[in-house]
């Protein structure tokens, strides 16, 4: 009976959106567990934005733009212009310019032979035994990223 009277209680859900740099999260019924083992459901999205800390933008209900960060200060979601970009193929690929995609080729390279012998060059040029690749430690001098 008591899981049954558990599925009963979790009919309304609450579903909170986190936001952050990259994109939106939909967290259904958050909680975490106390010292007594206990668990604890958050009702609002002030409770959920103190707990979550600056790590996220801030919370929302889902469907709605209203946003709170974890010093309690509401902001307006209005969009991501990132994905909003209209894509306008049809001038890229008459002229064949291909300004517009975002997966740039930086190395100019367009078949796959031409990729394996650019990384094979590559590779050969790291494994010279006349210029042998100098040992570069991969450290900080500020001891809390060791």
Do not use: Q
């Amino acid at each position: 009976t008591f899981f049954a009277n558990y599925i009963l209680a979790k009919i309304d859900k609450k579903e909170f959106c986190l936001h952050n740099y990259n994109g939106i999260t939909k967290i259904v019924d958050p909680f975490y567990i106390n010292s007594k083992n206990e668990t604890i459901y958050f009702d609002t999205i002030e409770e959920y934005s103190k707990y979550i800390g600056p790590t996220w933008f801030g919370v929302a209900y889902c469907g709605n733009n209203t946003i709170v960060n974890n010093v309690g200060r509401y902001f307006k979601y209005i969009g991501d212009d990132r994905n909003n970009n209209n894509n306008n193929n049809n001038n890229n690929s008459d002229n064949g310019n291909d300004n517009g995609n975002d997966n740039k080729n930086f190395l100019n390279l367009h078949t796959k032979e031409e990729f394996t012998n650019y990384y094979s060059n590559l590779y050969d040029k790291l494994m010279d035994p006349e210029k042998p690749l100098k040992c570069v430690p991969l450290n900080s001098v500020n001891p809390a990223y060791n």
